[in-house]
């Protein structure tokens, strides 16, 4: 551990800074959260948050077996008011008297706008992270945000643990987009919580800036990339609207032959390019839901809400099914995997010992080496041939490449220097042989 990146606040302390956090907001924002004095325990913190009626909270109850937080991704261009409207949705809930986490991800932000339960600036020193790493500053944020990864697990416990008393977790990103949607870590973060909870992906855009058609497009080709990348609900939301109504975005995104005409303007090569990529994204805007809300004024809030509980319910009935699917495919591959490596551990030992390995199982097991044949042509006497025997029936009984019987015999074998001088020596007997029978003969002749 490094001076860059210090330990999470334990259970306790986020605990105390969730009764901070929600007590201390008011109507028009909220102070920042943060660890109390010791003298509190975590079960009275959570025990004196406020109950809520949903019926009279303005958001429809999801229909699920067991009740569970919904997590929110807030994700969006640099611009587009996803911290502004991070602290209006801590307003609103706070005025509603509900039970949420707020959750900051962006390290490199001075001072946040709503009270953060959880910050990745407790964990991890951006500016200590530029200094040891010689980054930069989008360098040194995708640094914080990878260490800050390592640990997420302890984050999705604290959550499992706290999910019967609460009602929603928002998490606010880093300003560059790019850096949490496109990154290890960002994938780590997204796929920990849909293991945990219910997780939907809050795509913020800024309302004004996409009046300009071809705006509007890049807009909604991030957005359709973000949804096939994390295979997660995404709720479209149009902010700002105070300064400009959304309705010419639902337009373009209903009727086709509107959003055309408007691309018509647009001179550049650009507009071209568009057009075509208008006709690939009308069925991605079947599937997509979209609210305007404003995070100056409050504006949608609730009907913010009502869309966040429906993308859960879809989570529930369609994501969930599939997260599973991919779960049990993943252990399925990993178990194949280790039971690859565990085999392939075991022929590579025998194989170090002298052993012939086949690695097919289903091909007949390799026997160990043959034994060596008698090289004078001696016969073995009934004792050798009672042991071979013997070592036979271990053979068959044991269908290891490699025994213990063979490791005796090989440490008897001799080297090549051995068997040639042997070789030789056998020849020299023969010859000598071959020589005493010639004399022997001839000597009978002459008698």
């Given at each position: 551990?490094?001076?860059?990146?210090?330990?999470?606040?334990?259970?306790?302390?986020?605990?105390?800074?969730?009764?901070?956090?929600?007590?201390?907001?008011?109507?028009?924002?909220?102070?920042?959260?943060?660890?109390?004095?010791?003298?509190?325990?975590?079960?009275?913190?959570?025990?004196?948050?406020?109950?809520?009626?949903?019926?009279?909270?303005?958001?429809?109850p999801r229909v699920t077996s067991e009740r569970k937080p919904v997590a929110c991704l807030i994700l969006g261009m640099a611009g587009a008011g996803k911290s502004s409207l991070l602290a209006r949705l801590n307003a609103y809930l706070h005025e509603k008297k509900e039970k949420y986490y707020m959750i900051n991800l962006d390290p490199a932000v001075l001072e946040t706008s709503f009270g953060a339960n959880i910050d990745i600036r407790d964990t991890v020193n951006y500016?200590?992270?530029?200094?040891?790493?010689?980054?930069?500053?989008?360098?040194?944020?995708?640094?914080?945000?990878?260490?800050?990864?390592?640990?997420?697990?302890?984050?999705?416990?604290?959550?499992?643990?706290?999910?019967?008393?609460?009602?929603?977790?928002?998490l606010d990103t880093p300003g560059q987009i790019e850096i949490f949607t496109w990154s290890a870590s960002g994938a780590i973060i997204s796929e920990s919580l849909a293991a945990t909870l219910p997780t939907i992906i809050i795509y913020v855009v800024d309302t004004p800036r996409s009046a300009r058609a071809v705006t509007f497009m890049s807009n909604m080709l991030y957005a359709c990339s973000i949804l096939y990348k994390t295979k997660l609900p995404l709720l479209l939301?149009?902010?700002?609207?105070?300064?400009?109504?959304?309705?010419?975005?639902?337009?373009?995104?209903?009727?086709?032959?509107?959003?055309?005409?408007?691309?018509?303007?647009?001179?550049?090569?650009?507009?071209?390019?568009?057009?075509?990529?208008?006709?690939?994204?009308?069925?991605?805007?079947?599937?997509?839901?979209?609210?305007?809300?404003?995070?100056?004024?409050?504006?949608?809030?609730?009907?913010?809400?009502?869309?966040?509980?429906?993308?859960?319910?879809?989570?529930?009935?369609?994501?969930?099914?599939?997260?599973?699917?991919?779960?049990?495919?993943?252990?399925?591959?990993?178990?194949?995997?280790?039971?690859?490596?565990?085999?392939?551990?075991?022929?590579?030992?025998?194989?170090?010992?002298?052993?012939?390995?086949?690695?097919?199982?289903?091909?007949?097991?390799?026997?160990?080496?043959?034994?060596?044949?008698?090289?004078?042509?001696?016969?073995?006497?009934?004792?050798?041939?009672?042991?071979?025997?013997?070592?036979?029936?271990?053979?068959?009984?044991?269908?290891?490449?490699?025994?213990?019987?063979?490791?005796?015999?090989?440490?008897?074998?001799?080297?090549?220097?051995?068997?040639?001088?042997?070789?030789?020596?056998?020849?020299?007997?023969?010859?000598?042989?071959?020589?005493?029978?010639?004399?022997?003969?001839?000597?009978?002749?002459?008698?």
């Open positions: 551990k490094t001076s860059a990146a210090a330990d999470l606040p334990q259970t306790t302390d986020t605990a105390k800074m969730h009764a901070q956090g929600t007590s201390s907001s008011s109507a028009g924002g909220s102070t920042q959260g943060g660890a109390t004095p010791d003298g509190d325990n975590s079960a009275n913190a959570m025990g004196a948050l406020p109950t809520v009626d949903e019926t009279q909270a303005g958001i429809p500016k200590e992270v530029m200094k040891q790493y010689a980054l930069g500053p989008n360098g040194a944020i995708l640094t914080s945000l990878n260490l800050f990864a390592t640990r997420f697990d302890e984050v999705t416990k604290l959550l499992d643990q706290r999910k019967a008393n609460l009602n929603y977790v928002l939301v149009f902010n700002k609207i105070d300064v400009q109504p959304h309705q010419f975005a639902i337009d373009w995104m209903s009727d086709l032959t509107a959003f055309q005409a408007a691309l018509q303007e647009e001179k550049s090569y650009m507009g071209t390019l568009a057009t075509s990529m208008a006709l690939m994204l009308e069925e991605f805007y079947n599937s997509l839901t979209a609210v305007g809300v404003s995070a100056l004024s409050g504006e949608g809030m609730e009907e913010f809400f009502q869309a966040v509980d429906r993308a859960a319910a879809e989570f529930e009935v369609t994501y969930a099914e599939e997260l599973r699917q991919r779960a049990k495919q993943r252990d399925e591959q990993e178990a194949q995997r280790q039971a690859a490596a565990a085999q392939k551990f075991k022929s590579d030992r025998l194989a170090a010992a002298g052993a012939s390995v086949v690695l097919d199982g289903n091909a007949p097991q390799a026997k160990g080496p043959k034994r060596r044949e008698n090289r004078a042509g001696d016969e073995r006497d009934d004792d050798d041939e009672e042991d071979d025997e013997d070592e036979d029936e271990d053979e068959d009984d044991e269908y290891a490449g490699y025994t213990v019987k063979d490791e005796m015999y090989n440490r008897d074998e001799r080297d090549e220097a051995t068997e040639r001088e042997d070789y030789e020596s056998l020849s020299r007997y023969l010859k000598a042989q071959r020589e005493q029978r010639g004399r022997s003969g001839g000597q009978g002749n002459s008698s």
